[in-house]
């Protein structure tokens, strides 16, 4: 007795099967739907999909391994979104912690405690406290300081790969130099629903922004909040217990959402086709300008 072993084709040839079935009977549905659910094409899609939403060129938790079946295929993409998934929290307390950190040195030196933290899995480009006491200038909010540090470092088209930390939610004017600099991940710990760029404002996950202009605004960012929010909220007890109580009085900085320690919005959306082709336009133009300068 022979056992039967199933093992992958390429694409290509499943399709032509299909096609050659589909002149039997099969419709084109059934010949589509078994080209895009083959293992291969799907361990595919899916790799390249963490990559992107992650924003790293590797899968840490051991994706390049040989899949014998889909079931065995399945089960461990299970297992290694699993492990992405607690060393991604991981990372958020890090730099979240380091977001606070900073709060705090920026309240010792008589500025306002707001921390932020740029960063790519643990490696910070770019950090930044309030500077609008001491520099008298009311954009100098620690987002913009640590977004123009980082695109001085990295390049505004390499912030579409790093997360932007903060101990409080991003103002409306953050918000908005967040979206033109194109970060793909926004993380903090309180809620500002008076002047926040999300709970007040949409400007974070305003998708008409990047859907109408996308070659001025990056995709819509994922948003994780109420990362350690209970040290946020001590460091600005910390700092004055009395201006804290009466923050909390008046409703401007608070827990995201009741007692949920932390809240995921729905993932980003990836570019655009408009996004691309802007790209490859600047990118021509560019290379005009240096063959005209020669
Ligand atoms: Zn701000």
């Not at 992650?54 to 840490?60: F, I, K, L, N, Q």
């Not at 492990?83 to 977001?99: F, G």
């Not at 790519?120 to 950090?127: F, N, P, S, Y």
């Not at 960012?221 to 909390?248: H, N, T």
Request: hydrophobic letters at 35%; proline letters at 4%.
């Amino acid at each position: 007795m022979h056992e039967i072993v199933r093992t992958p084709e390429a694409p290509h040839a499943l399709a032509r099967q299909s096609a050659a079935n589909g002149r039997r009977g099969r419709t084109l549905r059934q010949a589509l739907g078994l080209f895009f659910d083959h293992p291969i094409l799907k361990r595919h899609r899916v790799r390249l999909t963490r990559e992107y939403s992650r924003g790293t060129s590797h899968d840490e938790a051991g994706c390049s391994g040989n899949h014998e079946t889909a079931d065995g295929f399945a089960v461990r993409e299970k297992q290694s979104d699993a492990a992405i998934e607690i060393s991604q929290r991981t990372t958020d307390k890090v730099m979240m912690a380091r977001c606070i950190e900073l709060s705090r040195s920026a309240a010792s030196k008589g500025e306002y405690p707001f921390g932020t933290v740029i960063a790519l899995d643990r490696q910070i480009v770019a950090e930044g406290i309030n500077s609008t006491i001491r520099g008298g200038d009311v954009t100098r909010h620690a987002e913009i300081v640590a977004l123009s540090h980082a695109q001085k470092t990295v390049g505004r088209e390499q912030l579409r790969r790093y997360t932007l930390y903060s101990n409080i939610e991003p103002c409306a004017m953050c918000a908005y130099c967040i979206r033109e600099a194109g970060v793909s991940r926004v993380v903090y710990a309180l809620g500002s629903p008076v002047m926040g760029g999300l709970s007040k404002w949409n400007v974070l996950r305003d998708d008409g922004l990047s859907d109408r202009i996308p070659e001025i605004f990056g995709a819509v960012p994922e948003v994780v909040s109420g990362v350690l929010l209970c040290e946020a909220q001590q460091a600005w007890r910390d700092w004055s217990p009395f201006v804290w109580e009466m923050i909390k009085l008046r409703g401007l900085l608070t827990a995201p959402c009741g007692q949920e320690g932390n809240i995921r919005v729905q993932p980003g959306h990836s570019r655009s086709l408009w996004h691309y082709l802007h790209i490859l336009l600047m990118r021509s133009c560019q290379a005009r300008i240096k063959t005209g300068s020669r």
